[in-house]
Structure formats: C-alpha cells, structure tokens
C-alpha cells in the first residue's frame, strides 16, 4: 500500500471522492490482505504512522493517533442508466494501536459489479485516508 503524503495530502488531489490526511503517513512494517468477490476484506495493518517530517508536530512523529482504523472499498459499476458511477462503501472501526498496527476482518456490501476495486485505510474518526493500494518504487 502507499502511504498519504506530498500531492495526496488533503482535499486536492482526493482519490474517488476520498480526500488524504492533511499530514503524511508512513508505512514501517506492511499491509496484506485479500479481498474477496463476495466482500469479504481482511487486511493486517504494521507500523501506518505519520512520518519524521518536519511538518509533523514532534509528539506525532512515529506514531499513529487514532484509537480506530477503518477499511473503505471503492468500486466502478454502471447506475440503473448506463453511466459509469462511483461506489464507496465502508467498514466499522477496527482497534489500532499507537504504534500503527491493526487487523480488519469486514464483510462489506459491495455492488454487484465491482471493477477496479481501490482499497483505502482510513481514519476511525473522520472520512480521510491514511493508506491505500499502490505502490512507491522510491
């Protein structure tokens, strides 16, 4: 998973209607998971923390403060009319610990066409993501 940061901070560059943290997340040990055709999403969350960046207040660097993570999936399906629309549809909170790790276990109501399914790791408090599939080679 890549991890909230630069571009993908806050509201401008939102993915699928999903905005970022305003501050930048890191990733020390991984996320794995697997999600299923019937909605199943289980994910293992390791060390998702806001970075040593200076524009991370020093008592936040290195640590995660949201008591919750949540998982959101985002589909692609055809509305009633033929259009290409946008489904979001999100989990109950999931414990987390100040040191970023949690498991998700959720069985989400997908639509019944998911295409191009986008996982996000979100905050339990608040709409925005910390996490979500893709890849940084950096």
């Known amino acids: 998973m890549y991890a909230v940061d630069e571009a993908f901070l806050g509201e401008t560059n939102a993915i699928r209607g999903v905005a970022g943290d305003e501050l ?18 289980m994910l293992h969350v390791r060390g998702l923390v806001f970075t040593h960046d200076s524009e991370v207040p020093p008592e936040l660097q290195g640590t995660n403060d949201e008591t919750q993570f949540r998982a959101l999936v985002s589909c692609l399906t055809e509305d009633a009319t033929g259009h290409v629309v946008t489904v979001n549809t999100t989990s109950a909170g999931f414990a987390a610990t100040p040191s970023g790790d949690s498991r998700i276990d959720a069985k989400l109501a997908l639509p019944e ?3 191009a399914p986008i996982v996000f790791i979100l905050a339990g408090s608040e709409d925005k993501w910390f996490a979500v599939t893709g890849v940084s080679t950096e």
């Not at 890191?26 to 998971?33: F, N, Q, R």
């Open 113 to 115: 066409e998911c295409i």
């Open 24 to 41: 930048p997340w890191e990733i020390d040990g991984g996320v794995h998971g697997r999600l299923t055709a019937d909605g199943r999403l």
